[in-house]
């Protein structure tokens, strides 16, 4: 992971805090000695440092400071997911402490290893910079989300984070509450497509552990060929549900040729460049792994864009961070929603 300094922190670490910090991965045996820190990753959530002593280096996740939407940036239940999937040899970093809030901070945190490798957005790194090599990423991509609707999560300990059944329209009716008025309205735009979702909702597929942002940006890339995903990462919005979201919501992050791209997909442009197979091949290799049906893999779609319109458009009214204030991105997912679901 390439640590980046590009974006305001609304939190950092002090000289005590990294202090109270040292003692705690001393007291696990997991490093001493004094500790340095630096953000790493470029998201609006989670806050995630790369704390070092010289000779080690270790990843420490924490929640942004309050007030967060209820239910949101769980540290602990995030551990719980990477616990249970790395016991089962899941590409995960391994979790190596965690703290309650108060422990050693005012919230709780984890700490995990540290990958070394390539987060992948707009350009592929030039050592896997080959049609071949971009085509075993992609695979390797398809291939670790089918493995993980595939892993017996019940067998990993995480039975009991989350209710698979009736998963679809409870999912679409919390994603709408969160734009709705106080009288249970929602925006005009955001009527035509919801209408629709919720007119046409499917079955669940199964039931399987699924990631919930599963995108080329939240995996780590191997540093040398050949080109494969050497860890997934950023589990907080982690859950049990129906597989054909998570491919839903990763297709929706593959930017296509020539059509208008939304926020997600400018976070993976690096997938339109020689060697990326289209949203088609994806979701046909994905079926070929699975046994899935994809019947209704365009409601899947439009579900995971019309979500992300209602998440950036809640962000944008809390107004605080002014990335969600940039005019346009809302509208862009809703955009492709309507097209995908066929009412553009």
Not at 22 to 46: C, Q, T, W
Not at 61 to 66: E, N, Y
Not at 166 to 188: S, T
Request: charged share 25%; glycine share 8%; hydrophobic share 40%.
């Amino acid at each position: 992971m390439t640590p980046t300094d590009n974006r305001e922190l609304v939190w950092d670490w002090t000289e005590q805090t990294l202090a109270d910090l040292a003692r705690f991965l001393e007291d696990r045996g997991v490093m001493s000695g004094p500790l340095r820190s630096k953000p790493i990753g470029d998201g609006h959530s989670n806050l995630t440092f790369l704390i070092t002593n010289g000779e080690a280096s270790v990843v420490v996740r924490r929640p942004p400071p309050p007030p967060l939407p209820p239910g949101a940036n769980d540290m602990l239940r995030e551990a719980r997911f990477l616990a249970g999937l790395h016991g089962t040899g899941y590409p995960v970093p391994e979790v190596l402490a965690t703290a309650q809030e108060g422990e050693v901070l005012d919230v709780p945190f984890y700490v995990m290893s540290f990958a070394r490798g390539h987060v992948v957005t707009t350009s592929t790194p030039e050592a896997l910079a080959t049609p071949d090599q971009r085509l075993n990423i992609a695979h390797s991509l398809v291939d670790n989300l089918a493995r993980l609707h595939l892993t017996d999560y019940r067998a990993a300990g995480l039975d009991d984070l989350g209710r698979p059944e009736g998963f679809n329209a409870r999912h679409l009716k919390r994603m709408a509450r969160l734009v709705q008025d106080a009288e249970g309205n929602l925006p005009a735009d955001f009527e035509a497509v919801y209408d629709w979702l919720a007119a046409n909702v499917p079955a669940e597929s199964g039931e399987a552990v699924i990631h919930n942002d599963y995108r080329i940006g939240n995996t780590m890339i191997s540093p040398d060929a050949p080109g494969r995903v050497i860890a997934i990462l950023d589990w907080e919005l982690a859950t049990l549900g129906d597989p054909l979201f998570d491919l839903g919501y990763f297709l929706s992050s593959v930017p296509e040729p020539g059509h208008a791209r939304t926020p997600t997909e400018d976070l993976g442009t690096a997938l339109l460049e020689e060697g990326y197979p289209g949203r088609a091949e994806l979701a046909e290799r994905y079926a070929e792994q699975t046994g899935a049906d994809l019947t209704h893999l365009d409601w899947y779609v439009t579900l995971a864009l019309w979500k992300l319109a209602a998440l950036y458009e809640y962000s944008r009214r809390r107004g605080e961070d002014e990335y969600y204030l940039t005019p346009g991105l809302v509208d862009s997912f809703l955009a492709e929603a309507r097209e995908t679901a066929g009412l553009a």
